[in-house]
């Protein structure tokens, strides 16, 4: 079996962990009366921020059914699958129990509001069972796959303003607020899952073993290009064309498709950065982003207590402060994630032998 492994996907994993990491921290604890939030510096960033949703979304899709088709044995038996399916249940888990407040809880024997709505875990969770489905219903079409998957991802885009505002009043809340925005979820299935089957489009486009991955790199770019830059002026002649009011709502509204160039030029940068990034702390960090996601939505929110630092400052940071603190929380939570293994853990073991032997 092939173990090759795409070491400049966990480098872009890193990258949009890290972003992810500063991003909840500024966004949550940044008072924006002290910035002016019309300032290009502040404009970048929050563009730059808005891209690392859709990165984790497309890689689901990618590392995932590239992961299905690197085994050998295809369809139902492909072990894979079982591990998969522990992976997504493992992800709906955990984001769940981060929303948990247990002080609340316990003394009202009711959960939040907050905790009926799905957040990215759930949403990635159940990108990785959506990606399952398809691979088990359409692996018949060989190599149509991927056509199919990208058809699925821009029929999933093209049709947001149809979609986005429905409530589903008949369904539970705990099922309709995955389906939109409509109940005030932060991510939903629609339309982010556009992007997980967009990725695995990717997965069976692109070889295991890419031979001169520079070449991908600068065709991603190039694609990835066009999207970002060219796309709303397509949309916009294609709605004229057709007469179509849909289209034209795209056009007015065409973040999904910008978005997936954003991403696609992303890949094309970490490709040509593999060299550099393999084997490296950035390799290492993009191999944890779980952990990562976990111990800062612990500091940060404070799952499980409900003490965190966005109770005792939200929304209350001058900008230098909250440059620094998010600077300060990235290398921190990283640090603890990486040394765990290597520090933390062992040294609790000795402190539980002391006392076992006092």
């Keep these: 079996m092939n173990t090759q492994r795409l070491y400049f996907i966990d480098a872009l994993r890193a990258f949009a962990i890290l972003m992810m990491l500063q991003g909840h921290f500024i966004s949550g604890l940044l008072d924006t009366s002290t910035v002016d939030t019309n300032h290009p510096v502040y404009r970048i960033w929050l563009y730059f921020r808005g891209i690392t949703a859709p990165v984790f979304f497309t890689i689901t899709g990618w590392v995932f059914l590239f992961l299905l088709q690197r085994n050998l044995i295809k369809g139902w038996q492909n072990p894979r699958l079982k591990k998969g399916l522990k992976r997504a249940l493992e992800l709906i888990l955990w984001g ?5 407040s247990l002080p609340y809880f316990l003394t009202t024997g009711r959960i939040t509001k907050t905790f009926m709505r799905p957040d990215v875990l759930q949403i990635i969770g159940c990108g990785l069972l959506f990606s399952m489905l398809l691979y088990v219903l359409f692996n018949f079409l060989g190599k149509l796959r991927p056509v199919l998957f990208c058809a699925i991802a821009f029929g999933i885009f ?80 294609l709605s004229t064309a057709l007469s179509s009011s849909l289209l034209q709502q795209v056009t007015n509204n065409n973040f999904l498709f910008i978005h997936l160039g954003d991403v696609l030029m992303l890949f ?3 490709m040509l950065l593999e060299p550099l990034v393999k084997h490296s702390l950035w390799q290492r960090i993009g191999t944890k982003t779980l952990s990562l996601y976990i111990v800062h939505y612990v500091i940060l929110y404070g799952s499980f207590t409900s003490i965190g630092l966005y109770k005792f400052y939200h929304n209350a940071l001058s900008w230098e402060v909250a440059v620094f603190g998010a600077l300060g929380f ?23 032998l002391l006392f076992r032997l006092s």
């Design 330 to 352: 990235v290398v921190g939570v990283t640090a603890l994630v990486l040394l765990y293994p290597k520090l933390v853990k062992p040294l609790g073991r000795r402190v539980g």
């Design 158 to 237: 093209i049709t947001q303003p149809l979609y986005s505002d429905i409530v589903f009043e008949t369904l539970p809340l705990f099922i309709a607020a995955y389906l939109t925005k409509a109940h005030g979820a932060v991510f939903y299935l629609l339309p982010w899952l556009g992007y997980v089957s967009f990725g695995a489009g990717i997965a069976f486009l692109m070889p295991n073993k890419p031979k001169k991955l520079y070449r991908w790199a600068f065709g991603f770019m190039a694609i990835g290009f066009v999207f970002s830059f060219y796309s709303t002026a397509l949309l916009h002649s």
């Design 96 to 100: 769940y129990a981060l929303r948990l």
């Design 268 to 270: 094309g940068v970490f």
